[in-house]
């Protein structure tokens, strides 16, 4: 009781010095929480909505995915006879069932061609209008369509782009464009995610995404009363037969909920891994805290232990103050991490995905994880100086506080540090002579763990060197102003190499995620010079096939010399080993695609795998299946018959443009696949005529005006896509790793504030002798830009050898070039300076304000 009596009298004497390592717990628990209530959140909603608009039970035909969406590579459903319809209604147990059409292989334009698909990459839907629709929606304007003249419309798209009763739109599908105008707009009874809904009648429905009548994509099934789901499952199966799919409404919510389930985990784990590096980053501003408390109450724990208490208890007494930190920066992180959370559903609300506050789910796992992470990482950063305040003497008490006797980092510190970084330096090392990726990365893995540990260790070491050539460039201008900062950052090794470290985590990744995405984006430009040999690329963005009249009206665009159809289908391989591989890629190609992409072969000419009945195999494929040229391989078509094509060509596995990939004509395809069943082109490639480019740019886009969905690049703006790509990615890591440097700018302004405490008689009897105020603050300054350019150097270093090692796993999947990004390291290293300048703000004007008299006086 004595011990918590005092910690609890530390605690709140001290509570001013502990603001900014609380300000860093509740960032870190917020983070983690806001992600698991916004996560929780999103799949409430879903479950929700899945479970409002599943059927009891639903019929599908085969060919349709786990879902129920479109699977199919010509861009239409699958679909079943409506024949279908009546042998389900005489299965026992069925109250009702209704056949219907839906398509997402779909583009809805307004009447200025304007896409009004989702932008937050939510589906386009489009089907017929049916009892189990009407039973989540709710037409609060105009009627439900009648004839093929009439659409109805989804609230949330219509307030989106401002559609009203009346206004035309078109339907684009593999069947062709069907324009109709709105006669209806529905709003849902719950929350809609972010899709874009639109009906027709089923009749339209039919003829505008199938191109034929008397045809379902799904038939919707209602039980009996008294009859369960199961049971009438059990039924309309045995009565159908087992041509088609059936499902419960258990079932279907758990095939479109697992549809989602892949994307939100990756954005979970990615999250709470950001939170993770915030947490590690705090662990340093906790460790100075504490070491600084208990380095200025020296005295004070020498008396403590005079007068009787024991080891056990003062490392008790600090634990115990750590402890009462941490629930205090849990909670008030667990109630940030709710707002975070709304924060976040605001957010993507802005971008296309509607999430209401009325799913708001805060699991009771939620706040017991945050205060579980807050209290023990707290208690664990503190344990180090916990158990080095336990080993103070009652001598101790004689001495001036805040002088600890452990200021030089000590040896076995240093053999430590030097012996981890090492062994990162090897694994790196290992990880750059690698044979393959797979066995490299975890060399790679270990590395980077290794090495930052070591530098961690290794920091104190490091900081006495770095932080004098850093004060022989940029501070001796300063003069005696300079020193004195100079001097102070290197007075206690350990807190600065602690300090240092925190910026240095946060920094070190962004540096390794520049180098590995320029290097990417050099790599893929290189390739794109050296083997594309067209001038434009037609596909589109979000991966829609491209419709037979979009093609038709890429191949009348005048100004062309030739058109490329590139498509790709999957089919079973039987290999002259004897082996069947399911469900293979295989690339079908116009032959003139073998000029539009200089692919390198290792045997054989490409262009001979165009030949009819003729195919190429990449050089990893044919080691691994014995295949030279002549071979014959058995493919047996999606949709289609088994041809035996022979291998004309081999290429090399060391490409970054279609890398894998295996090639035949798309004659050869249409030779075996019915007509109906042919895949749609992904990617329509076009070259100019000699001196018409621009012309031929021009007219392109022109000719594609009417189809919104697809993109026209020419090599220059497809370079600009793939650097926008990954840039945007890079983008969002910097922001989640923001929070990570934000906690560490928190530690340098942490570490001056308690720094200025610890040093208040030695400012009073500065400024006793002649310091200025202005002269006081300069040298808090600098102080603290020099430590943020230490762990800054220490960051940018080992972040670009990282980097440059990633590179070199990259080089064995075919990206070879290393680019450093200088502009972006520069602007780094100069914004770590900006950076100290801003954690100085306040412990600088703290400093200025002291009472000279008052300063001297303090013991």
Known sequence: MTVMKTSMRNFFAHKGRMALSAVAVLLSVAFVCGTLVFTDTMSTTFDKLFAAT??????????????????????????????????????????????????????????????????????????????????????????????????????????????????????????????????????????????????????????????????????????????????????????????????????????????????????????????????????????????????????????????????????????????????????????????????????????GMELSTDDLTVAWTTPATGLLLGVVVTVLAAYLPARRAGKISPMAALRDAGAPADAKAGWIRALIGTVLTGAGGYALYLTAEADKAKDGSLWLGLGVVLSLIGFVVIGPLLAGGVVRVLGAVLLRVFGPVGRMAERNALRNPRRTGATGAALMIGLALVACLSVVGSSMVASATDQLDKTVGTDFIVQSDNGQLLTPQAVQAVKSTPGLERVTEYKWTEADFTTPDGKTLKDTAITAADPSYATDLSTETVAGNLKDAYRPDSMSVHEKFAKDHGISLGSRIEVAFKDGSTARLTVRAITSSDVVIDAGAMYTAIDTLAKYVPADKMPLDSIVFAAAKDGQQDAAYKALKSSLHDYPQYTVRDQTDYKEALKDQIGQLLNMIYGLLALAIIVAILGVVNTLALSVVERTREIGLMRAIGLSRRQLRRMIRLESVVIALFGALLGLGLGMGWGATAQKLLALEGLMVLEIPWPTIVAVFAGSAFVGLFAALVPAFRAGRMNVLNAIATE
């Open 54 to 351: 599943s059927s009891d039970v639903t019929v599908s035909a085969k060919g349709a995915s786990d879902s129920g969406e479109t699977s199919a590579d010509n861009g239409k459903p699958p679909v079943m006879p409506a024949s279908v319809v009546g042998e389900v209604r005489k299965s026992q147990g069925v109250k009702s069932a209704e056949g219907t059409v839906f398509s997402t292989s779909v583009t809805v334009v307004d009447a200025d061609k304007d896409n009004l698909s989702p932008s937050s990459g939510a589906p386009t839907i489009v089907g017929s209008w049916n009892g189990n629709d009407a039973r989540t929606m709710k037409i609060t304007s105009g009627a439900a369509p009648k004839g093929p003249g009439q659409v109805m419309v989804d609230a949330d798209t219509a307030d989106k782009h401002h559609l009203k009763l009346g206004d035309e739109i078109g339907v684009i599908s593999a069947v062709g464009t069907h324009q109709a105008k709105i006669s209806g707009i529905a709003d849902f009874t719950v929350t809609n995610p972010g899709a874009a809904i639109f009906y027709l009648d089923t009749k339209t429905a039919q003829q505008a995404l199938v191109g034929q009548s008397g045809v379902y994509t799904n038939v919707n099934v209602t039980a009996a009363p008294g009859v369960t789901d199961a049971q009438l499952k059990k039924n309309v199966a045995a009565g159908l037969g087992g041509d088609y799919q059936v499902k419960t409404a258990q079932e279907t919510a758990d095939a479109n909920q697992k549809d989602v389930e892949g994307f939100m985990n990756v954005m979970k784990y990615a999250m709470l891994g950001f939170a993770g590096i915030a947490f590690l980053v705090g662990v340093f501003l906790i460790i100075n805290t504490f070491s600084m408390l208990v380095a200025q109450r020296t005295r004070e724990i020498g008396l403590m232990r005079a007068i009787g208490s024991s080891r056990k208890q003062v490392n008790r007494s600090v634990l115990a103050e750590a402890l009462l930190l941490g629930v205090f920066g849990s909670v008030l992180g667990v109630g940030a991490g709710v707002g975070l959370a709304v924060g976040l559903m605001k957010l993507m609300g802005s971008m």
